[in-house]
């Protein structure tokens, strides 16, 4: 059964740092791109980044480029999201989702599993 379940969030001020965690089960991790989205109170879920299967290049949407970076962890099964200089915009659901399909993409439906979320809350 493929879990995808995210860890780290909380509360934290503005320009303060959070680092999310997703932890992966139940499928052949390094064969998948994995990437972050998020869904704030009353919009659509948005696409914050996304990692190829070996690493080598991420991609981000324009709101968080230079603040937060996405790396995982092949041998641990684990995708990550550090975020620095966070800002009350970026108060959301985080979620961490899988792609069977070898190239990167940014639209959510193009994932094929998605994890339950995990809270981020910035104050200002």
């Known amino acids: 059964q493929v879990q995808l379940v995210e860890s780290g969030g909380g509360l934290v001020q503005a320009g303060g740092s959070l680092r999310l965690s997703c932890a992966a089960s139940g499928l052949t991790f390094n064969n998948l791109v994995m990437g972050w989205f998020r869904q704030a109170p009353g919009k659509e879920r948005e696409f914050v980044a996304a990692?190829?299967?070996?690493?080598?290049?991420?991609y981000y949407a324009d709101s968080v480029k230079g603040r937060f970076t996405i790396s995982r962890d092949n041998a641990k099964n684990t995708l990550y999201l550090q975020m620095n200089s966070l800002k009350s915009e970026d108060t959301a659901i985080y979620f961490c989702?899988?792609?069977?399909?070898?190239?990167?993409?940014?639209?959510?439906?193009?994932?094929?599993?998605w994890g339950q979320g995990t809270q981020v809350t910035v104050s200002s």
């Open positions: 990692i190829r299967r070996n690493g080598d290049m991420s």
């Open positions: 989702a899988a792609r069977l399909l070898s190239n990167v993409v940014t639209g959510r439906y193009a994932y094929d599993y």
